[in-house]
């Protein structure tokens, strides 16, 4: 694949398989590192109407995406390294367009939307949806998102989120070693201190 297609990025020992949809237009704003391993039925993709020529999927070293997963970006989506997805799960920068009552939505193209960054060695469960309508979506290092969540806003490093919308229900605390739900971290006034 790296010989046909001209890929921003293309480490060693990448893996797509080759049911992925990775169309060979925008495969030189996809940037892959090492071990990079795309299961079947994976779809990459770039709107149409984005005309940057800057990198717009970066997955770093020994990310592994699951199957029937989407990547959907039009400004920037990064997965920094050892990010593992499920499969079917949807990370999307943008939206279809749609305050033009007059047009059908197909017709409209898409908004402006905004950036995400999947911080390293994070953990997406199934048919988790990460979107983006507008600035920046960070979620931190060594966090999980749980099976069918639904992350809008960002979080920080360390975190166990799940629900529709995501909302933070551990976090790990490194004194004693342990991830700790987020009603005793509230109640000792440690949650403030670590969000800030």
């Given at each position: 694949m790296?010989?046909?297609y001209?890929f921003?990025?293309?480490g060693?020992?990448v893996s797509?398989?080759?049911?992925c949809e990775?169309?060979?237009s925008?495969?030189n704003r996809v ?7 795309i299961a079947?039925h ?13 990198p717009?999927?970066?997955?770093g ?9 989407m ?18 799960v949807?990370i999307m ?5 749609y305050s033009?009552?007059s047009?059908?939505?197909?017709a ?9 960054t ?7 469960g199934?048919n988790?949806v990460i979107f983006c ?5 960070t979620?931190?290092r060594?966090s999980?998102?749980?099976?069918n ?7 920080p490093?360390f975190?166990?989120?799940?629900g529709?919308?995501?909302?933070l229900i ?13 009603e005793e971290?509230?109640r000792e006034g440690r ?6």
């Open positions: 790296q010989t046909t001209p921003r990025g293309f060693r020992g797509i398989h080759y049911t990775v169309p060979k925008i495969a940037s892959l590192g090492d071990a990079v391993y079947p994976v779809w990459l993709t770039i709107p149409e109407d984005s005309h940057s020529t800057q717009a999927i970066i997955m070293n020994g990310c592994k995406i699951g199957r029937r997963s990547i959907s970006a039009k400004n920037y989506i990064c997965l920094e390294a050892d990010v593992l997805l499920a499969p079917s949807l920068d943008h939206n279809h367009e033009d009552i047009l059908p939505i197909h409209q193209g898409t908004t402006s939307g905004g950036r995400i999947i911080g390293r060695n994070c953990w997406l199934y988790a309508a507008k600035g920046e979506l979620l931190g060594n999980v998102v749980g099976a969540s639904v992350v809008t806003s960002s979080f490093p975190s166990v989120i799940a529709n919308p995501a909302r551990k976090r790990y605390e490194p004194g004693s070693g342990e991830w700790v739900r987020v971290w509230s949650l403030s201190r670590c969000a800030s």
